[in-house]
């Protein structure tokens, strides 16, 4: 068993860098990252959202410490089809993203959901059969999601699409 202690919510700029600690969050363009710890390791928690074929989406996306490899996600929706697309929500689909990566050599988001037993590449995840459009949001959500937290995951090196800008780490 992991014992987790949250330590403290990151509100985090545009720019990669920290804004608040420990609250702050009051506009609706914040970005929020919990910040834990489970074995003495530092992991992050990412907030998600998006859009599925019938209503919201949404999630949270955990990283290891060095900010690169997916530890866990969790997913649920507002009203996906049972039995399809409510399937996000399922233990065996959300435990395909473990360990996946988010980026590539080049800084770019490219860790997806593909058509269900289409995935081949080491970033991409089987999606449910017959919930094309819930897995297609759910993949945007990922991507987006993750692309909005990208100069803070990078770790001080921006990636490729953001130029020679600064990034600053926690």
Not at 55 to 81: C, M, P, Q, R
Not at 126 to 143: E, F, I
Request: glycine residues 14%; hydrophobic residues 35%; contains cysteine.
């Amino acid at each position: 068993t992991y014992e987790t202690l949250v330590k403290s919510d990151l509100i985090i700029n545009e720019d990669g860098s920290v804004k608040a600690e420990n609250g702050g969050f009051n506009e609706k363009s914040d970005l929020v990252v919990y910040v834990c710890e489970v074995e003495g390791a530092k992991k992050y928690v990412f907030p998600v959202t998006g859009k599925g074929l019938w209503g919201g989406l949404w999630g949270y996306i955990a990283v290891n410490e060095t900010k690169d490899k997916v530890l866990g996600t969790y997913f649920y929706h507002e009203s996906e089809t049972a039995g399809l697309g409510a399937r996000i929500g399922e233990k065996w689909f959300q435990d395909q993203f473990i360990g996946k990566p988010i980026f590539d050599e080049d800084g770019n988001v490219v860790l997806t959901v593909v058509k269900a037993g289409a995935a081949q590449a080491e970033n991409e995840v089987d999606g449910v059969t017959g919930a094309t459009l819930t897995v297609n949001g759910v993949s945007a959500m990922v991507k987006d999601g993750l692309t909005a937290y990208a100069k803070f995951l990078s770790g001080g090196e921006c990636p490729a699409e953001a130029g020679n800008e600064e990034c600053q780490e926690v």
